[in-house]
């Protein structure tokens, strides 16, 4: 069924200033439809969603990617601090580490989509997005970086693997590491302390990709078991302008059998889940969404919210439980009638990409029981949000409290963005790791003289640390569903 969608409000208001750089136009966006309602407002458990705004002219407000310089750096919450723990990355975005205490780093951008972007609309965005410093091409590999002295810095840095197809996510369970591609989950055999692996990818399952691919990332994450793979898949359309055809099987969370190739969704309506992991303290399954744009600088909150088997999320139909999107004429009520509301609203347009649960280690007690979330900051909202890393309290498994900055000063004075935060994780201390995009660094954030530095985890207690066995409801039953059979990955 194709979804009518009113295509005059994809109109973007636009200034044009002429120039002279080789002779080439530049276009120049000028801001419209400024937030009414203070940001606090569309953050927490119950946000304040005011009626969407169906005007002509849609926001872009584009912070110039400058990166660092002159020393200068990120600023750390009360009584933590930051350094850089590694830097000259090449568009890093995505962090995983390995029970070793090796760190993981996916040197990616998107691949070539030829159908993405057609269009005068098309031209424009990737214009703005080469001003904010996200249009370099993939470097297609994954970075070992491994701190042999415990200092905080980098004292071996190997590529890991190359040649992949825009990595994302990582995830090992035994002695198998998994990446997420663009367009398939692929393995490789490891062994403990490896610093690279030459063998050739053996695909698990073919992802939903294609020469649209509007949503490229693909996030990971093992369940604690080790038995199921989940990965998040992204929609071919901010809110299915291009037909519901383009958006078969995205839009969702996938779960995966490594074993059996057989897979099933395990939750739909979710515009863009990106950063994925299970809560060590409750053992359920949580994510990071990306909502909609063009319907105002209020709207719609981006969210994280737990995931459970067989939910809708409302997308594109509605937003937070059933408010309908009125640019989505064909509606469908049936699924509407059931979506369910996300548990906690982190504001509009924040774009939140990592997500990494706390746990004791070198960071401050009330850092303990919650999430870590890495804004990678908005582009369309008046005024700017995002552009932090925030941590969310949790109590009994669930959000209990407003974000707390942790990492900030990502924007300078004049609103150029030195950096951006994506992936974030611990490392073998519990210190949190942060990717930045546009600085091309990682940052590690730690406790301050308060907090000393602790011994590292031995393999062992981070076994002893891992998140609960799953939940009786969210166990898996393996889906009809069967995956294309495993080949040898070119």
Excluded at 43 to 53: K, Y
Aim: charge should be neutral; proline fraction near 8%.
């Amino acid at each position: 069924m194709a979804v009518t969608f009113s295509t005059k409000l994809f109109a973007v208001k636009l200034m044009f200033a002429v120039a002279a750089i080789g002779g080439v136009a530049v276009a120049l966006a000028s801001c419209s439809d400024p937030a009414t309602l203070p940001f606090s407002a569309g953050v927490g458990a119950d946000p304040q969603l005011p009626p969407p705004n169906t005007n002509l002219i849609s926001t872009v407000n584009i912070a110039p990617a400058t990166g660092w310089t002159g020393g200068a750096m990120p600023t750390a919450a009360s009584g933590l601090k930051v350094a850089a723990f590694a830097d000259a990355l090449d568009h890093p975005r995505w962090i995983y580490t390995l029970p070793n205490g090796d760190v993981l780093v996916a040197e990616t951008n998107a691949p070539p989509k030829p159908e993405d972007g057609k269009g005068i609309k098309g031209w424009f965005m990737k214009q703005f997005m080469k001003k904010a410093g996200a249009a370099t091409p993939s470097a297609n590999r994954i970075t070992l970086l491994r701190d042999a002295d415990g200092d905080g810095t980098v004292d071996l840095r190997t590529v890991f693997l190359k040649d992949l197809s825009s990595p994302f996510g990582m995830a090992l369970v035994g002695g198998t590491f998994y990446v997420a591609n663009s367009d398939a989950v692929v393995k490789f055999s490891y062994k403990r302390g490896q610093t690279e692996i030459t063998e050739s990818a053996t695909k698990v399952i073919d992802l939903p990709a294609g020469p649209l691919n509007h949503h490229w990332t693909k996030s990971l994450a093992a369940s604690p078991d080790g038995k199921h793979l989940y990965v998040g898949v992204g929609s071919n359309s901010n809110a299915a302008e291009n037909g519901l055809d383009k958006e078969y099987e995205r839009a969702a969370i996938w779960e995966i059998d490594p074993a059996t190739g057989t897979y099933r969704l395990y939750a739909t309506g979710l515009r863009n889940p990106v950063g994925l992991a299970f809560d060590p303290q409750g053992g359920d399954l949580w994510t990071v969404v990306n909502e909609r744009d063009d319907i105002g600088s209020d709207l719609v909150p981006d969210f994280l919210t737990s995931v459970k088997y067989g939910k809708f999320y409302g997308w594109p139909y509605s937003y937070f439980g059933k408010n309908l999107d009125p640019r989505v004429t064909q509606q469908r009520p049936d699924l509407v009638a059931r979506a369910t509301v996300p548990d906690f609203a982190l504001g509009a347009h924040v774009a939140p990409l990592g997500l990494a649960f706390g746990r004791k280690g070198n960071l401050p007690t009330r850092f303990n029981d919650g999430a870590f979330v890495g804004e990678h900051g908005s582009w369309n909202r008046e005024p700017k949000s995002g552009y932090k890393v925030v941590f969310v309290p949790f109590a009994k498994g669930r959000p209990a409290g407003k974000p707390i900055d942790v990492l900030t000063g990502f924007l300078d004075d004049k609103e150029n963005a030195r950096g951006r935060p994506v992936g974030v994780a611990l490392d073998a201390k519990g210190a949190l790791l942060v990717v930045d995009d546009v600085g091309n660094r990682v940052w590690r954030v730690s406790g301050d003289d308060a907090y000393a530095e602790v011994p590292a985890m031995s393999e062992a207690q981070l076994a002893a640390g891992a998140p609960k066995p799953i939940p009786e409801h969210a166990k898996t039953q393996v889906s009809s569903k069967k995956a294309p059979a495993a080949k040898r990955a070119n």
